[in-house]
């Protein structure tokens, strides 16, 4: 078992693998936010040491669902960006060092992998000053594809009893404090957390699929807004799932047509071949 901190100060390429809902995303968007925060004018430079065991390097975060081949690694990041850099800019501000964060490897079309692979070849072979970290789905994923480049690759585990708790925690004190109707609270957070952790000892099914993050954010918010009855089926944690997913993207109106559609997909997507 390693911490973050331990992997990315030990290795130069890292490959973050982990199943659906485990927080590979979130990890790039912290790694993301450490970084550029030890750079801004005024913060404090050794937040990145203290957090992520590195100096600070300038966070180059690059959502690989859009790569198609048609527009280098580089470019992509700058397009994603709201304020849009040349690539002079770009140099400038990775002269020192740059951190690519490329999330995602398993959301790549089958034809346009292979290239992305060498794409990233090139990249940790011609910038010695880069530093790599690459999230995929364990399912998609094999350790041969970048272990050549010299990634090593490691495993996003579940939250375990003591974390599950903390981010319950967490989570019950912001909602207790945001005076939100759906999330009006007046017992103490404590009693809340230990109310969720019974329900949980009732359901051994669904006690597992909370040691992941997003079921458990998901449970959790069903469970805080009194959506979640004391035994109920996957399916129909799923159904509710869905439903508080579309209820906050305010998507409020013609639930049922959505819902539809999300159950068309599924079919549709279950009885197409080779694919995950």
């Known amino acids: 078992d390693m911490t973050l901190r331990e992997v990315l100060g030990h290795q130069r390429?890292?490959?973050?693998?982990?199943p659906p809902g485990a927080g590979k995303s979130t990890l790039v968007h912290y790694i993301t936010r450490?970084?550029?925060?030890?750079l801004l004018p005024g913060n404090d430079p050794s937040l990145a040491e203290r957090r992520l065991a590195l100096l600070p390097h300038f966070p180059i975060r690059i959502p690989l669902k859009s790569y198609d081949q048609s527009k280098k690694l580089i470019a992509l990041a700058l397009d994603e960006l709201e304020n849009p850099l040349a690539i002079?800019?770009?140099?400038?501000?990775?002269?020192?060092?740059?951190?690519?964060?490329?999330?995602?490897?398993?959301?790549?079309?089958?034809?346009?992998?292979?290239?992305?692979?060498?794409?990233?070849?090139?990249?940790?072979?011609?910038?010695?000053?880069?530093?790599?970290?690459?999230?995929?789905?364990i399912t998609t994923y094999r350790v041969k594809d970048l272990a050549p480049s010299g990634f090593v690759t490691y495993t996003v585990q579940s939250l375990n009893q003591y974390q599950q708790e903390q981010l319950?925690?967490?989570?019950?004190?912001?909602?207790?404090?945001?005076?939100?109707?759906?999330?009006?609270?007046t017992v103490p957070v404590e009693q809340r957390v230990q109310e969720f952790r019974d329900r949980m000892a009732q359901n051994p099914a669904l006690a597992r699929l909370v040691a992941i993050p997003l079921w458990l954010t998901l449970?959790?918010?069903?469970?805080?807004?009194?959506?979640?009855q004391p035994f109920v089926s996957k399916p129909e944690i799923y159904r509710l799932c869905i439903e508080n997913l579309l209820h906050r993207r305010y998507i409020t109106e013609q639930t049922d047509q959505h819902l539809l559609l999300l159950a068309q997909i599924a079919w549709e997507i279950h009885n197409s071949p080779n694919t995950t």
């Open 13 to 18: 390429c890292v490959v973050l693998q982990g």
């Open 34 to 38: 450490v970084m550029a925060s030890a």
């Open 88 to 137: 002079e800019q770009l140099d400038i501000l990775t002269k020192k060092g740059a951190m690519l964060l490329l999330d995602g490897l398993d959301e790549v079309a089958p034809q346009h992998f292979r290239p992305l692979i060498s794409e990233i070849d090139l990249l940790v072979k011609n910038h010695p000053e880069y530093r790599f970290v690459v999230t995929t789905r």
């Open 168 to 185: 319950l925690y967490r989570y019950f004190r912001y909602w207790s404090q945001t005076g939100s109707s759906l999330y009006r609270e």
């Open 219 to 228: 449970t959790a918010s069903l469970f805080y807004s009194n959506h979640l």
